[in-house]
């Protein structure tokens, strides 16, 4: 089966998403997701202008090769537009296979080794008691993973923050320039505890609570965090700090059994191989469109796996929905899941990305129909042009630049 197009599509319902098509010889066409939020034109040009043309006339069903073409033949390895691109040719590839087969992507991979794929949502206020409602509502729904972010007293917004009640969360805001966001680690470390003792209060233990810490501390703080929050037995901590140093992770490790959960930016097994060897956290983030496609994700997962790290991907309303589809596939398979992130999408995206995907009762199925199980509304996406839009920066009090 030879692949004789691959057509790239940035569209806008709502927010950027970067899809690659790619078609084959016996009219199969396959989907991949390639956004990389806030750089989605850098990813378009490099899969446009260097990889699609080397694609034509190629065996579509060498996935391994065309993999390691891309990694190895561009003699430049890694960074997140080069494997962006790289994961959305794999994806699309994988997409293709499982049509050929008639099968459901899961069944290519292994089968199932679960019924359902819990996910956890992501709910957030302004003020402690916008966040103990915003559970409550989650709580209904039937998550039974609830990631719980909250505004903090004296800062104007914090990570996780919706731009008003009730609305969705959306990080990044439309325009040329990034919004400025002022951040203290002191009034952070100081209120977020009374969050989850308020959430432990009033709902008890029953559901996983997660939370995001979003880069913004230094080891020893994350480490003082970790510790002074154990009585709420968090599921995870995500991102305590940055994590490009992977050996500053034991420092926190030395202090704290509060589970470490982080890699949302990685995108090779080598930004992740310290912290797995030395079991320096619990959960590891990578994603498929991010991290190399189904081909680098399951590499990174048989690794994780011989140190009883599980999964946690990455799966922001900003990695478009077939990446969701996909990741959904490799979670009903992977042997060491720990838990999938769903922060859901609005009814403007599903409309051009249409799913297979089921959500019941806090697990999710990506459905029987062969492949990814996702579609792509060309003629409704070429309504929603490209709309320049950037996440946030953060700086301290006294203006110093810092991790947002
Ligand atoms: C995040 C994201 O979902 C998460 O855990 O950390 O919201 C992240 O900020 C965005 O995906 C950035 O594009
Ligand atoms: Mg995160």
Known sequence: MKIIGADVFVTCPGRNFVTLKIITDEGIIGLGDATLNGRELAVASYLRDHLCPQLIGRDAHAIEDIWQFFYKGAYWRRGPVTMSAISAIDMALWDIKAKAAGMPLYQLLGGASRSGVMVYCHCTGRTLDEAIEDYAKHQQMGFKAIRVQC????????????????????????????????????????????????????????????HDMHHRLTPIEAARFGKSVEPYRLFWMEDPTPAENQACFRLIREHTVTPIATGEVFNSIWDCKQLIEEQLIDYIRTT?????????????????????????????????????????????????????????????????????????????????????????????????????????????????????
């Open 288 to 404: 498929l469109t991010h991290a190399g496609g189904i081909t680098g994700m399951r590499r990174i997962a048989d690794f994780a796996a011989l140190y009883q790290v599980r999964t946690g991907s990455h799966g922001p309303s900003d990695l478009s929905p077939i990446c969701m589809a996909a990741a959904l596939h490799f979670d009903l398979w992977v042997p060491n899941f720990g838990v999938q992130e769903y922060m859901g999408y609005s009814e403007q995206m599903l409309e051009v990305f249409p799913h297979q995907w089921q959500f019941e009762d806090g697990y999710m199925h990506p459905g029987e129909a062969p492949g990814i199980g996702i579609e792509f509304n060309e003629q409704l996406a070429a309504k929603y042009p490209y709309d320049p839009a950037y996440l946030p920066v953060a700086r301290l009090e006294d203006g110093t630049l810092w991790n947002w």
């Open 151 to 210: 505004g903090i007293p004296g800062m104007e917004t914090t990570y996780g923050m919706s731009k008003g009640k009730g609305l969705a969360y959306e990080p990044a805001t439309k325009g040329n320039w990034p919004q400025e966001q002022i951040w203290s680690t002191e009034r952070y470390l100081d209120y977020t505890p009374k969050l989850f003792a308020a959430i432990r209060d009033k709902f008890g233990f029953n559901e996983h609570l997660l």
